[in-house]
């Protein structure tokens, strides 16, 4: 029998994109089903290694993506709110989680896929409630990934006559190295395990491999599925890139140990197999997840092995930026308010260094176009952000309880200086994006463009600084000099435009580097606003 390979191919790359695509659907439908909290979620509940776990098992099933739970943790502890320990068990159970995928692919229900889809798509089109229409993008992803993988069951029916395909199995049986290898290349290329297991199941149900053969793919796919960590780690802090490190280690750790008990662990998935009377597909699902699970128990009292071994294998000091509040105590807002208000006093100074800091770095970045600068920036201005919503609802707490006329000046104060703070954060952001589109289109800005940044953005971040020592020592003197200085970056934003214009005029500035320009020194004017409003603020200017 002759193969058709335009059908054939077509019909499993065809099926290979409505599984994946029908596999993102499913999660983001279970995503917003759960009210998009993962982040929230992953942050409360790792207090230690083994809550990882559990978490990022949660996580991985709610989103059908251990890829993507792995990528949210390298961001959360590049940001500094999860420790590299509690890293190391959330990417732990995110393997496991990802295993649910082909428990419901061994569920075999894709004689029902088509009707599956029409339910989905009738509760997708037809009711405007967010709830309603979001389980009826899960049960569409459902039926669409079951329609998929019969897609690629079919197609691959004809390689059963194929006879280099079969000796080809053959050789991944009697040297499961190849298996693995095959299994790493393919999840690399398609960025998903799922995808690639299910394909898998496939193979193996229609008789076209051997369980020998399958499981060192099955444990290759979990090698190939670290590369998304991996690009998520690129030009990340050092502590996301030990964080993806140690994903790809204790993968490819784990089918080091299962390639040596090769023989025992398939005599095991044999003996599971009848012992359950388990179809195919179901067999590959239970491998799938006996593998991932042992291999947790495994590596779990190693977790503090691989924090050292990543450690010294990508070395460096880690700057992260702390998101959590350190000062803000909710017992005392009730026991004594008047402490309460100088624990968030503290924290908003914190807050107000903070913006400093960021402001420093976004100069840094203007000046050298180095992106380590930009990334601090943007962590800063994430940080100060949370900062914001904690200080304010502690405030607010705050505000509910009896407080005498001094403390509700106090507490006045502190209201109106977080949001000029958290303001600042916003415009030096607006200044990362400028560089960054300055950047990208490669445009240059001359040197006497360069002289008038530099004289705008030391202006500005020493008044800044002043604006946040007047509030934390309460100096009147400091606060009115915050205002003269204010004044003065006013008249330079005006002169400094007036400087551009004369230089697009005579043509040594492009019309591009001038909007560039301007708008950069647009956003330092305001944050001058927002110093002064703080001066203001101490000075009693405000009501």
């Not at 012992?275 to 179901?282: G, P, V, Y």
């Amino acid at each position: 029998m002759e193969i058709d390979w335009q059908q054939m191919l077509f019909q499993f790359f065809g099926g290979l994109g409505i599984f994946l695509f029908a596999i993102k659907y499913m999660g983001d439908g279970l995503q917003k089903a759960a009210g998009d909290r993962l982040r929230e979620i992953l942050d409360r509940f790792t207090t230690n290694p083994f809550m990882g776990i559990l978490v990022g098992i949660v996580v991985t099933v709610l989103i059908q993506s251990s890829s993507g739970t792995t990528v949210i943790t390298v961001g959360l502890v590049s940001a500094g709110f999860m420790t590299l320990r509690q890293a190391i068990g959330v990417i732990m159970g995110a393997n496991i989680g990802t295993t649910v995928t082909a428990f419901i692919i061994g569920l075999d229900v894709g004689a029902y896929a088509l009707p599956i889809m029409a339910v989905g798509s009738f509760l997708i089109f037809f009711f405007k409630k967010d709830k309603i229409r979001n389980l009826g993008e899960v049960i569409f992803g459902f039926g669409g990934l079951f329609l998929g993988l019969e897609m690629m069951s079919d197609g691959m029916k004809p390689l059963r006559t194929l006879e280099s395909f079969s000796e080809f199995t053959l050789s991944m049986g009697e040297h499961p190295l190849l298996g693995v290898v095959a299994g790493t290349i393919f999840t690399l290329i398609v960025q998903s395990s799922s995808a690639t297991v299910g394909i898998l199941q496939g193979l193996y149900s229609e008789h076209l491999i051997d369980l020998k053969a399958a499981l060192p793919i099955l444990f290759g796919d979990n090698i190939g599925t670290t590369i998304t960590a991996i690009l998520a780690a690129l030009g990340a802090s050092v502590a996301a890139r030990r964080a993806a490190a140690t994903h790809v280690l204790f993968n490819i750790f784990g089918t080091i140990i299962f390639l040596v008990l090769l023989t025992p662990f398939t005599i095991y998935v044999e003996w599971l197999s009848g012992l359950l009377n388990l179809e195919e597909k179901m067999q590959i699902a239970f491998a799938h997840g006996s593998f991932n699970i042992a291999n947790t128990m495994i590596q779990f009292p190693l977790i503090g092995v691989w924090a050292y071994v990543v450690t010294k294998l990508i070395p460096g000091k880690d700057v992260t930026i702390e998101y959590r509040p350190k000062h803000l105590d909710p017992h005392f807002i009730q026991q004594s308010p008047s402490v309460a208000i100088g624990q968030a006093k503290e924290e908003l100074i914190r807050t107000g260094n903070y913006a400093v800091q960021g402001l420093e770095e976004t100069y840094k970045y203007v000046k050298t176009g180095d992106k380590q600068h930009a990334e601090t920036a943007n962590q800063i201005e994430a940080a100060i952000n949370n900062l914001d919503r904690e200080i304010t609802k502690y405030l607010v707490e705050i505000s509910s309880v009896n407080i005498s006329a001094l403390e509700s000046s106090r507490h006045a104060l502190l209201m109106d200086s977080i949001r000029d703070i958290e303001r600042i954060g916003d415009h030096f952001e607006n200044i990362v994006e400028l560089t960054d589109l300055r950047e990208t289109n490669k445009v240059v800005l001359t040197d006497d463009a360069m002289e008038d940044l530099d004289n705008m953005f030391t202006l500005t971040i020493e008044t800044v600084e002043k604006a946040i020592q007047a509030l934390n020592t309460n100096d009147v003197e400091l606060a009115k000099k915050v205002a003269e200085q204010e004044d003065l970056i006013d008249k330079m934003e005006r002169k400094y435009r007036k400087n551009h214009i004369i230089r697009t005029n005579e043509g040594s500035c492009s019309v591009q580097s001038g909007m560039i320009f301007v708008d950069i020194v647009s956003n330092l004017e305001r944050i001058g606003d927002h110093a002064v409003n703080i001066a203001d603020a101490v000075l009693g200017k405000r009501g």
